[in-house]
């Protein structure tokens, strides 16, 4: 499936806690990230948390901190 990709959508959110090595922790930013209100898991659609699913595990590139 296709999800909707843009800065702050919910799989671009996914990918990015992917990517820093963070904890899965299903959230968006409807208006971009950090920009107006974040939306959390328990705000958030099933087709939303499963595009948030799909970023944060399809996402195999992982910030090198060293």
Known sequence: MDY???HGSPKDRGSAD???SRP???HYWPEGSYKGDMIPLKDMSAEE???YTNGFTT???RKNWY
Do not use: K, S
């Open 49 to 51: 948390i499963a595009a």
């Open 59 to 61: 996402t195999t590139d």
């Open 4 to 6: 909707e990709e843009y």
């Open 24 to 26: 899965y922790n299903p």
């Open 18 to 20: 992917a990517y820093y």
